[in-house]
């Protein structure tokens, strides 16, 4: 946060009160409107958020921007216009996300989130609808990351070993990133409320990456689309699932040095019975 770059006096201001409601005064690149509000015996601090402006006003009158909130604080970020929608967007999901590493989800708060950026929590409000959206991009943020990892992964080395690369990348990648990666699983949506269909586009590409390792390590099972699907998601769950446990400190210690084991004696074990299945289904010559 910044501190307001221009501080007016009581002293500068004495023609406050001869200025009538609506007046329009330039200053610098800056139009002010004037509103005369009176109040009995004192004076408050009134800040103009589309410049860095701070006012101490005498006691007789106010000056306020029109539908801009009064804040108790000289220390704020003002509003400023070249802001888009868009930027305001990316910058509220990039604050949250900085917020959720340093505090994890208890230290998430709309507020929090708009003191950082240096707009008030209802334009947060007017951008994302609730809280719970917001976070849902921070996730979304961290989901886009993982693929990212994982698409890395998959052009690199033989098939054989693919899985298995790719259970370790999600792994290392949940450790690296352990207070956001948490959020998935603390994150609880309003009763009756699903996430949007993006957010599951996001988890699909996640599954993908491992149907597509899959078929190149068993390639009779591109035979049965909807079956190397399916075994895909019982993989990626799993290793889902043991991140969360391990991010969340839901594992006993024991299991986080063998996480990497645990996974490569699932994959093993698992990729060996589709294999069993493959065979058996295999048409006889």
């Not at 004037?34 to 000056?63: D, G, M, W």
Request: with cysteine.
């Amino acid at each position: 946060m910044m501190r307001s770059s221009l501080a007016y006096r009581p002293a500068r201001l004495k023609q406050a009160s001869k200025l009538q409601n609506g007046s329009r005064v330039e200053h610098g690149k800056t139009t002010l409107i004037f509103l005369n509000i009176r109040h009995e015996q004192y004076s408050r601090k009134v800040f103009f958020t589309n410049r860095a402006l701070s006012c101490e006003l005498p006691l007789s009158s106010h000056i306020a921007s029109r539908g801009i909130k009064s804040f108790g604080s000289g220390r704020f970020m003002g509003r400023r216009s070249r802001h888009t929608a868009e930027e305001l967007r990316e910058l509220a999901i990039q604050s949250a996300y900085q917020i959720i590493t340093e505090n994890g989800l208890a230290g998430i708060s709309a507020r929090a989130i708009a003191r950082r950026i240096g707009y008030s929590a209802g334009t947060l409000y007017n951008i994302f609808g609730s809280l719970d959206e917001l976070v849902l991009e921070v996730e979304g943020l961290l989901l886009g990351a993982l693929d990212r990892r994982l698409s890395q992964v998959a052009a690199e080395g033989p098939p054989q070993r693919q899985l298995n690369k790719l259970a370790r990348a999600y792994l290392n990648f949940s450790r690296e990133n352990e207070k956001v990666w948490s959020l998935i699983a603390q994150h609880d949506l309003p009763f009756k409320k699903s996430a949007p269909p993006w957010y599951s586009e996001r988890l699909e590409r996640l599954s993908d990456h491992f149907e597509d390792a899959l078929a190149n390590q068993l390639p009779l099972m591109k035979n049965n689309p909807k079956s190397l699907k399916q075994s895909a998601r019982v993989v990626w769950a799993a290793l889902h699932g043991i991140s969360l446990m391990s991010a969340t400190r839901k594992l006993p210690a024991m299991f986080h040095e063998s996480m990497q084991h645990i996974a490569d004696d699932l994959i093993e074990t698992y990729v060996a019975g589709l294999q069993d299945r493959a065979n058996r289904d295999r048409p006889s010559a």
